[in-house]
């Protein structure tokens, strides 16, 4: 994987960024790992709301993010429902292990034009 090897920035398509993409990366440098915060989420069998990390961003420094995506696969495998997106359960979980991790704010950016960096369409359905 490109990113695991040399590290940068991954995003998804649907994102209409607002800064160049430095702005970003000099303001997360010292992070191995930058992901964003969803506002909220349901958990699909817990029925609670509660933080979750989501992918649609990926700030990376070499040899980190296959280790993450190893756990994700890992987990996928164990999920009994097949309709949630559970890598996004599996991305929270495998980050509250790990340290020196940076987080993108709702504010900065989510699906709302007014966020700092950039504006998530999200109009995908699952």
Known sequence: MVSNTFGGIYSDFDIEWKVPFNVVTDLFGEYKLVLPKRKSLYFFNRGRKTTMIDDFVIISKPQITKSYLDFCLVREEQKDDKTEPFSVYA???????????????PEQIYDDPTCTFAYHYNKRTW
Do not use: Q, R, S, V
């Not at 292990?97 to 704010?105: A, E, M, R, S, W």
């Open 91 to 105: 991305l929270t979980e495998w980050c509250l292990g790990n340290n020196n991790i940076g987080f993108l704010t």
